[in-house]
C-alpha cells in the first residue's frame, strides 16, 4: 500500500498574527475557566447542565476570528498556496479544543467546529497567488519570469484539483490547445483567463476542503 506523503508544516506567522491568536485562545480559556475550578464530578455536571451551548457558541465564534487571523496572514505570502486552508483549519481547531481540561470531552465540539470552518471558508474567497499582471501591457509581451510563474502556478492548482488537462479546459471554458499552452508557459494568459480559473479552482478547492474536514 502506497504511503501518502505527509504536508510540509506552514510557514511561521508573524509576531502580530501570533498575539492576534493568543488573544483569542484567550477568550476561549476564559469561558472554559470555570470547568477548572471544581472536582472532576462536579464539572461534568456543570457542563452537562448549564455549558455546552455557551461553550459552543464561544468556540464557534472563536474559531472563525482564528481562521480570520491566519487566512489572512498565509494568504499574503507570495508562496501561499489555496490547499494550506486544509491545515489552518485542522490547526486551528486543535488549537481551540486543547484548550479543555483532560477530564472534559471536548471532541464532542468537533463536528460542529468542522461545519463551521467549512461554512465560512465557504464565504470568503481562496487567493489565487499572482503576478501582479495588471502593471503589464496587453499590448506589450509579459516579462518571461511573469509568463513562466503564471504557468507554474496554474500546473500546481490543476495537480492539487486532481485534474486532466481536458478536464480544465471544460471547467474554465477554453479550448484543450488554449490551456495547454497556458500551462506550458508558451502563451501568458489575459485577465480574463487568469480570473476564469480563479474561480473555477477556488470552487475546486473549497469543495475539496468540505469533502475533507466531513466527519
Known amino acids: 500500500m502506497k504511503e501518502t506523503p505527509s504536508l510540509l508544516p506552514l510557514p511561521p506567522l508573524s509576531v502580530q498574527a501570533l498575539h492576534d491568536l493568543h488573544d483569542i485562545e484567550d477568550v476561549v480559556a476564559e469561558a472554559l475557566k470555570d470547568l477548572n475550578e471544581f472536582f472532576p464530578s462536579i464539572t461534568r455536571m456543570l457542563h452537562h447542565h448549564n455549558s455546552p451551548k455557551r461553550i459552543e457558541r464561544v468556540l464557534r465564534t472563536c474559531l472563525v476570528a482564528h481562521l480570520d487571523v491566519q487566512m489572512n496572514h498565509y494568504s499574503s505570502l507570495p508562496q501561499y498556496r489555496p490547499i494550506w486552508i486544509v491545515q489552518i483549519i485542522g ?6 479544543l486543547g484548550l479543555f481540561p483532560v477530564f472534559v470531552d471536548a471532541e464532542q465540539y468537533r463536528g460542529v467546529l468542522q461545519q463551521t470552518a ?11 497567488p499572482k503576478p501582479k499582471l495588471e502593471l503589464v501591457s496587453q499590448k506589450e509581451p509579459p516579462p518571461i519570469e511573469v509568463q513562466q510563474c503564471v504557468a507554474v502556478q496554474l500546473r500546481k492548482l490543476r495537480m ?23 500551462l506550458s508557459g508558451e502563451v501568458n494568459p489575459h485577465l480574463r483567463n487568469i480570473s ?7 470552487k475546486q478547492l473549497k ?7 466531513m466527519p
Do not use: D, M, P
Request: aromatic share 8%; hydrophobic share 40%.
Open 160 to 182: 492539487e484539483c486532481n485534474w486532466s488537462v481536458e478536464r480544465l479546459a471544460e471547467v474554465a471554458g477554453f479550448n484543450v490547445r488554449t490551456v495547454a499552452r497556458h
Open 118 to 128: 467549512a461554512e465560512h471558508i465557504q464565504t470568503k474567497g481562496l487567493n489565487l
Open 196 to 202: 476564469a480559473y480563479e474561480r473555477v479552482f477556488s
Open 207 to 213: 469543495r475539496q476542503v468540505v469533502i475533507n474536514k
Open 91 to 96: 490547526s486551528s481547531i486543535g488549537s481551540l
